[in-house]
Nanobody, 122 residues
Framework: VQLQASGGGLVQAGGSLRLSCVGS????????MGWFRQAPGKELDFVAL????????DYADSVKGRFTVSRDNAKNTVSLQMNSLKPEDTAVYYC????????????????WGQGTLVTVSS
């Protein structure tokens, strides 16, 4: 599976952005999909995850109530709607995929996109 993330940019605090990740291959719907982020000088952090069917979702506490993950298997796409953005959300955001949600949640996903930069100004 090859993943291509997009949608990053510069936004003011309180604003919104929508990230998208398009996957290649006919087995996209077999994979759990996740979003991670890495702020400058910090470790990679889990942000959100959606199971293969779209029914099961998981979020980091820091984004609950502000971010929404969704997927469209017909379009091989997973999205991350980010609302009420804060300066501390500034990071490079990566999408990732793995057949096992638990493996993906731990940051050990088999497939990773190239990352898209989100910058939130105060």
């Amino acid at each position: 599976v090859q993943l291509q993330a997009s949608g990053g940019g510069l936004v003011q605090a309180g604003g919104s952005l929508r990230l998208s990740c398009v996957g290649s291959g006919q087995t996209f719907s077999s994979y759990a999909m996740g979003w991670f982020r890495q702020a400058p000088g910090k470790e990679l952090d889990f942000v959100a995850l959606v199971g293969w069917s779209g029914a099961n979702k998981d979020y980091a506490d820091s984004v609950k109530g502000r971010f929404t993950v969704s997927r469209d298997n017909a379009k091989n796409t997973v999205s991350l709607q980010m609302n009420s953005l804060k300066p501390e959300d500034t990071a490079v955001y990566y999408c990732a995929a793995d057949r096992a949600s638990r493996t993906l949640r731990n940051g050990s996903g088999a497939y990773w996109g190239q990352g898209t930069l989100v910058t939130v100004s105060s």
